[in-house]
């Protein structure tokens, strides 16, 4: 375990596929200065997430007592900026974004990301309705093409945004998803331990645990890449391999959906030819091995061969 993620209040901004569905209720100053305690004892890096209201000045005066990241909705002394119905009036150029978006209004804005990329860090999409994704004539995977294209150009200019679905594979040589329930663990204001934002969002009995007693993660080796039977062959490395969204949609923790594996593998597919065509214009990431072609988009269809 690496990071404890602290919701602020119910009401804090959601930073990935889960919905933040629940009314303002500000976690009490007891309970936040438990849980800074218990990730100072346990050594985990603190990540605070903000709901839009403003903290009062004894709840910012305790959280400055550690080192800790900020992700909130307004860019100012965020770490990790969100951005929600494409609205980036508030958002930070200098730190990463974080746009929650459908999968098709992604595919419906691509020219307006088209314009954005180049003054930006780095930006990761994160898909709200992964589940109803479907890629019939091809709007999702021609809309990679065209961030690809747009990301090529910058490169030969010397500029390097990052848009995370595309050039997360490129620099990656293993597994870099969530983490939820292995390295990264959620505190959420009613002094309980969740395995990410989501369970608590979806069903507060849900816990694994608390403040008084610690952390009772059952079955906690299934959390682990090398207890997932589909991830641990796959390639796809910018993957979310997102722990909630397995268990909505397949009931099994360490069981992506069809859809999930679908998404990853066409972005996994750009990011071999976005790789290709900077390499035409220069010495690129020469330390990075090309990224293999294959013949499919969900490693289950090749199970028999594992």
């Given at each position: 375990m690496q990071y404890l993620n602290i919701l602020l209040d119910d009401g804090a901004v959601s930073f990935c596929h889960y919905a933040a569905n629940k009314e303002q209720r500000l976690?009490?100053?007891?309970?936040?200065?438990?849980?800074?305690?218990?990730?100072?004892?346990?050594n985990l890096m603190i990540q605070f997430v903000y709901p839009d209201n403003p903290?009062?000045?004894?709840?910012n005066n305790v959280i400055e007592s550690i080192d800790h990241f900020n992700i909130k909705r307004n860019g100012e002394d965020a770490d990790v900026c969100v951005v929600d119905n494409w609205d980036f009036s508030d958002a930070n150029a200098d730190v990463p974004?974080?746009?929650?978006?459908?999968?098709?209004?992604?595919?419906?804005?691509?020219?307006?990301?088209?314009?954005?990329i180049p003054q930006l860090k780095k930006i990761n999409i994160v898909f709200t309705d992964v589940e109803?994704?479907?890629?019939?004539?091809?709007?999702y995977n021609n809309a990679l093409k065209a961030i690809c294209e747009t990301l090529k150009q910058c490169y030969i200019q010397g500029n390097t945004p990052q848009v995370n679905i595309v050039s997360?594979?490129?620099?990656?040589?293993?597994?870099?998803?969530?983490?939820?329930?292995?390295?990264?663990?959620?505190?959420a204001p009613n002094g309980k331990f969740y395995i990410c934002p989501g369970f608590y969002y979806e069903n507060e009995m849900d816990s694994?645990?608390?403040?008084?007693?610690?952390l009772d993660i059952k079955n906690k080796q299934l959390y682990r890449l090398d207890h997932a039977p589909i991830c641990s062959h796959c390639d796809a490395y910018q993957c979310k391999r997102c722990i909630w969204l397995?268990?909505?949609?397949?009931?099994?923790?360490?069981?992506?959906?069809?859809e999930q594996c679908v998404l990853?593998?066409?972005?996994?597919?750009?990011?071999?030819?976005?790789?290709?065509?900077?390499?035409?214009?220069?010495?690129?990431?020469?330390?990075?091995?090309?990224?293999?072609?294959?013949?499919?988009?969900?490693?289950?269809?090749?199970?028999?061969?594992?």
């Open positions: 976690i009490s100053i007891d309970t936040l200065k438990d849980g800074i305690r218990f990730a100072m004892m346990e903290l009062p000045k004894e709840y974004i974080v746009l929650r978006t459908r999968w098709k209004t992604f595919v419906e804005n691509t020219e307006t990301l088209q314009q954005i109803s994704f479907s890629d019939a004539g091809n709007t997360d594979r490129i620099t990656l040589s293993s597994m870099n998803n969530c983490g939820a329930g292995d390295t990264n663990i959620t505190l694994v645990g608390d403040l008084a007693n610690g397995n268990r909505k949609t397949t009931l099994e923790v360490n069981t992506p959906s069809h990853a593998h066409l972005e996994r597919n750009a990011s071999r030819e976005l790789l290709q065509n900077i390499r035409k214009h220069g010495t690129f990431l020469p330390e990075q091995e090309e990224i293999k072609e294959i013949d499919y988009l969900d490693p289950f269809d090749k199970r028999e061969e594992w």
